[in-house]
């Protein structure tokens, strides 16, 4: 009984070893973890933030339009972009 629960626990203790060791990004695990792929490339972190990437988009887009004195108009702000 005590040597089945000692070979759970290495057992265990390899799994958690190669979750930590493994550099893929743990959303899509196609390529290594670096930031770049994260804000920009991650097909499937993309399919979960759509709405608010738009959002602070479209308040970005909004700013820096008043800040240069451009007109805004509603058509502006309907403008959905498109990927």
Partial sequence: MMMMIIIII???IIIIIIIIMNPRYRICAKVEESITHIISGCLELAKTVPLG???SMAYIHWNICRSYKLEITEESNRHQPTI
């Fill in 10 to 12: 290495i057992i265990i």
């Fill in 53 to 55: 990437h738009n959002k």
